[in-house]
Nanobody, 123 residues
Framework: QVQLVESGGGLVQAGGSLRLSCATSGRTFSTYPMGWFRQAPGKEREFVAAIGRSGGSTYYADSVKGRFAISRDNAKNTVYLQMNSLKPEDTAVYYC????????????????WGQGTQVTVSS
């Protein structure tokens, strides 16, 4: 079992930056591909970014490509999401997730989820 705890959300003006962190429990963090998703009010949860076990492979939704960067520190059991040039449409609850087997861009590809952290971007 993996426990995930997100932090770093908040209120920021358009054009600003935030860095989300997701701390995980357990000694097997490096074996899990990790992902970030977000869910805005009234919308389905959507893929944001994903990273492979070693951090060598990264994947992004088109809507965030060039603005967001996912990274991981396996020594600290933590995955990050650096968000730059934020837009009001980035407002959502952001979730990190861990996959048992392979990196994925769909919600169903992940097995463990955090509780989420709110990101609000004002115009």
């Amino acid at each position: 079992q993996v426990q995930l705890v997100e932090s770093g959300g908040g209120l920021v003006q358009a054009g600003g930056s935030l860095r989300l962190s997701c701390a995980t429990s357990g000694r097997t963090f490096s074996t899990y591909p990790m992902g970030w998703f977000r869910q805005a009010p009234g919308k389905e949860r959507e893929f944001v970014a994903a990273i492979g076990r070693s951090g060598g492979s990264t994947y992004y939704a088109d809507s965030v490509k060039g603005r967001f960067a996912i990274s991981r520190d396996n020594a600290k059991n933590t995955v990050y999401l650096q968000m730059n040039s934020l837009k009001p449409e980035d407002t959502a609850v952001y979730y990190c997730a861990a996959a048992k087997f392979t990196v994925a861009v769909e919600v169903r590809g992940y097995d463990y989820w955090g509780q989420g952290t709110q990101v609000t971007v004002s115009s």
